[in-house]
């Protein structure tokens, strides 16, 4: 769909100046899509990785906890898990890719072990603090990865639209903008030239 612009040379050199700055940033944009789903494409091989390892992890800390619960009873176990002593704390920072805030979470257990008198306590116990230690820092960075899931996905999204409107819209109407008024430049110039030459004509019959 051509835009309705007079035919008039400036407004050929604008609107050949706008098509070429609408490719330029549809070529911005469409390397910035492709950057993106990379990076996209990355994360999710990263989450699925960690995924799974968190599954299995819990399972066996799981399995560990059944363990001691087994040799010391539910009751001892469960009180003893009140006495452990360990802290954690969470700090989050940001990167950016390609103008997206990429989180970076980091946890930071404190503890002293052993937790327990060796006295009456099952190494199963000190085993399973020992596991869902691990357990809490896959379950940092499964969140780190899955915001980022999110965010990227988001501008993903957003880029696509912006490619889509700028290869299927903006820049048709441009170039059909542009050759409708090269058209009629060409066919103004062409009958100028026919006037010329009949005024010409004229003026000559009437001098002879």
Sequence with gaps: ?????????????????????????????????????????????????????????????????????????????????FAGGITSEISISNRRVMGVDIPMIKLKVTDNPPHHS????????????????????????????????????????KTIRKVNALEKIYIPNYEDTFKNISERLDEEGRESFCMLKMIKARLKDRRA
């Excluded at 010391?72 to 469960?78: C, H, I, Q, Y």
């Excluded at 190494?123 to 965010?151: C, D, N």
């Design 118 to 157: 060796p006295y009456g306590v099952s190494f199963y116990l000190e085993e399973a603090i020992v596991k869902f230690k691990e357990v809490l820092k896959l379950i940092a960075q499964l969140a780190e990865k899955k915001i980022a899931l999110l965010r990227i996905a988001e501008e993903v999204f």
């Design 1 to 81: 769909m051509k835009l309705n612009i007079a035919a008039t040379k400036t407004n050929l050199l604008n609107v050949k100046k706008s098509l070429a700055l609408t490719k330029e940033g549809y070529e911005l944009l469409d390397e910035k899509r492709k950057i993106l789903i990379n990076e996209l494409n990355a994360v999710i091989d990263i989450a699925e990785k960690l995924e799974s390892d968190l599954n299995k992890m819990l399972k066996d800390a799981y399995a560990t906890v059944d363990r001691a619960v087994v040799v010391m009873g539910r009751s001892r176990a469960e009180s003893l898990s």
